[in-house]
């Protein structure tokens, strides 16, 4: 029998597993479980993986199925779905908080808003915009100054940014937009 | 038809896989840190999108072979890639003109494959057009930057167009696998890519302060039908060593 708690329950326990590169934000927090469903006792966690090549999606799988194991839960199904793709516009509130916390600058603005200037792209000036051009709002994670700069477009994992800040001259990561 | 489509998605799987091979080359001596995790993260991306086409291609034939299979058990015959990505790394202008003309045809042909009738190629594409965009966005940054820098810079990135520009022809040629997926919609004409794709090289060409090749010069053709530049051989040497000397090794 199949109950609401239940199923509470396994969101509960997902919410503790980590993302394996930033441990400080579970996968719930990050978005990318997308749906959680328990049919004649066999439980399917539908997760949708972040990038393409991001070597954390394997380890998160294997995760997910041993936190559900460890709570007694046998049989777990992990589906992935990759349309619609993921977006750092799922990250949660407190996942944004968190990503602070810890020292890095979470994403800002909507990825949804800036796929529709994609055609824009490959264009040239005035709209083109330079991928060291910090985005607007931008501050820094650990003294909280806008004198920020992007130092990198691609940093140490697929999702992030290098960025330094003038102010207290500390660099730090930054979570594109996505 | 299924034959067709499998052919497709060998182009599409071994084109990404190529280029990542490629990039990868690179990893350890780019030259400035922040160009080397550049190339890594987008060999990443490639290879990331590689593994959903050439799955995808896997279970259209039917046959049993997954991605692996695929990647490191087929010789330079039976790879579908673009000669474009094949082509050895050079100098960094030599490389980063690959990566332009690459991107900026990926992204056009990513946009079309979002609405293609086949809902997993658009799923896939859906996907990596968001990764895509990021990489035009540096390529294209760096050719204005290397082209309206010094003099010797403009001439290293002016001879590697030059000397890539060959390879161009074969984005756009279609043929009959292209034809077949094109009457059922999964596929749109990749011909009508060249003019949007010439008009946004122009632009760039223009701030950069570079001359576009002649885009009605001879073109090489053969990647997508199987017949390689000798580069190939080597090439899957090195990836393939491992699967080869000990098939079915696991990390």
Same mark, same amino acid.
């Given at each position: 029998?199949?109950?609401?708690?239940?199923?509470?329950?396994?969101?509960?326990?997902?919410?503790?597993?980590?993302?394996?590169?930033?441990?400080?934000?579970?996968?719930?927090?990050?978005?990318?479980?997308?749906?959680?469903?328990?049919?004649?006792?066999?439980?399917?966690?539908?997760?949708?993986?972040?990038?393409?090549?991001?070597?954390?999606?394997?380890?998160?799988?294997?995760?997910?199925?041993?936190?559900?194991?460890?709570?007694?839960?046998?049989?777990?199904?992990?589906?992935?779905?990759?349309?619609?793709?993921?977006?750092?516009?799922?990250?949660?509130?407190?996942?944004?908080?968190?990503?602070?916390?810890?020292?890095?600058?979470?994403?800002?603005?909507?990825?949804?808003?800036?796929?529709?200037?994609?055609?824009?792209?490959?264009?040239?000036?005035?709209?083109?915009?330079?991928?060291?051009?910090?985005?607007?709002?931008?501050?820094?994670?650990?003294?909280?100054?806008?004198?920020?700069?992007?130092?990198?477009?691609?940093?140490?994992?697929?999702?992030?940014?290098?960025?330094?800040?003038?102010?207290?001259?500390?660099?730090?990561?930054?979570?594109?937009?996505? | 038809?299924?034959?067709?489509?499998?052919?497709?998605?060998?182009?599409?799987?071994?084109?990404?896989?190529?280029?990542?091979?490629?990039?990868?080359?690179?990893?350890?001596?780019?030259?400035?840190?922040?160009?080397?995790?550049?190339?890594?993260?987008?060999?990443?991306?490639?290879?990331?999108?590689?593994?959903?086409?050439?799955? =995808?291609?896997?279970?259209?034939?039917?046959?049993?072979?997954?991605?692996?299979?695929?990647?490191?058990?087929?010789?330079?015959?039976? =790879?579908?890639?673009?000669?474009?990505?094949?082509?050895?790394?050079?100098?960094?202008?030599?490389?980063?003109?690959?990566?332009?003309?690459?991107?900026?045809?990926?992204?056009?042909?990513?946009?079309?494959?979002?609405?293609?009738?086949?809902?997993?190629?658009?799923?896939?594409?859906?996907?990596?057009?968001?990764?895509?965009? =990021?990489?035009?966005?540096?390529?294209?940054?760096?050719?204005?930057?290397? /082209?309206?820098?010094?003099?010797?810079?403009?001439?290293?990135?002016?001879?590697?167009?030059?000397?890539?520009?060959?390879?161009?022809?074969?984005?756009?040629?279609?043929?009959?696998?292209?034809?077949?997926?094109?009457?059922?919609?999964?596929?749109?004409?990749?011909?009508?890519?060249?003019?949007?794709?010439?008009?946004?090289?122009?632009?760039?060409?223009?701030?950069?302060?570079?001359?576009?090749?002649?885009?009605?010069?001879?073109?090489?053709?053969?990647?997508?039908?199987?017949?390689?530049?000798?580069?190939?051989?080597?090439?899957?040497?090195?990836?393939?060593?491992?699967?080869?000397?000990?098939? /079915?090794?696991?990390?």
């Amino acid at each position: 029998m199949v109950t609401a708690p239940v199923h509470e329950q396994i969101w509960a326990w997902l919410g503790e597993v980590e993302d394996p590169e930033i441990p400080v934000i579970s996968i719930v927090d990050l978005g990318i479980v997308r749906d959680v469903r328990v049919d004649d006792g066999i439980c399917t966690v539908t997760i949708t993986p972040t990038y393409s090549g991001c070597p954390a999606t394997e380890v998160i799988a294997r995760d997910v199925v041993q936190a559900l194991e460890r709570r007694g839960l046998h049989g777990v199904r992990l589906e992935t779905r990759i349309a619609p793709a993921w977006t750092t516009d799922w990250i949660s509130d407190d996942g944004k908080r968190k990503l602070r916390d810890y020292g890095i600058a979470p994403p800002l603005g909507s990825a949804a808003e800036q796929t529709i200037r994609l055609d824009q792209i490959g264009r040239g000036a005035p709209r083109r915009r330079s991928p060291l051009e910090a985005p607007p709002g931008l501050e820094c994670p650990h003294c909280g100054s806008t004198q920020v700069r992007l130092t990198s477009p691609f940093g140490s994992t697929p999702c992030k940014a290098l960025a330094r800040c003038d102010a207290c001259l500390e660099p730090f990561d930054y979570f594109k937009c996505h | 038809m299924l034959d067709d489509k499998f052919e497709y998605l060998l182009r599409l799987g071994d084109t990404g896989l190529v280029l990542s091979q490629r990039l990868c080359e690179w990893v350890g001596k780019g030259p400035a840190l922040e160009e080397d995790m550049a190339l890594a993260n987008t060999a990443l991306d490639l290879i990331g999108q590689a593994r959903m086409w050439l799955s =995808y291609a896997g279970e259209v034939e039917g046959l049993g072979r997954d991605e692996n299979t695929l990647a490191y058990r087929r010789d330079a015959h039976a =790879y579908r890639n673009l000669l474009l990505v094949e082509q050895a790394n050079g100098s960094y202008a030599d490389t980063l003109a690959r990566q332009y003309l690459f991107d900026s045809w990926h992204l056009l042909l990513l946009q079309t494959l979002t609405r293609s009738a086949d809902e997993r190629i658009a799923a896939i594409a859906e996907k990596a057009i968001k990764e895509v965009a =990021y990489h035009l966005r540096r390529s294209r940054d760096l050719i204005v930057r290397l /082209g309206d820098g010094s003099q010797e810079s403009r001439r290293l990135i002016q001879d590697a167009f030059d000397e890539l520009w060959m390879y161009t022809g074969e984005l756009f040629a279609t043929d009959a696998v292209d034809a077949v997926l094109d009457a059922q919609r999964i596929v749109a004409d990749a011909s009508q890519l060249r003019e949007p794709w010439l008009a946004q090289l122009r632009e760039t060409f223009a701030e950069a302060t570079l001359t576009l090749p002649d885009p009605d010069a001879w073109m090489q053709t053969g990647g997508k039908q199987g017949r390689h530049s000798e580069h190939m051989g080597y090439l899957l040497a090195e990836m393939q060593f491992l699967q080869r000397a000990y098939p /079915g090794a696991q990390w």
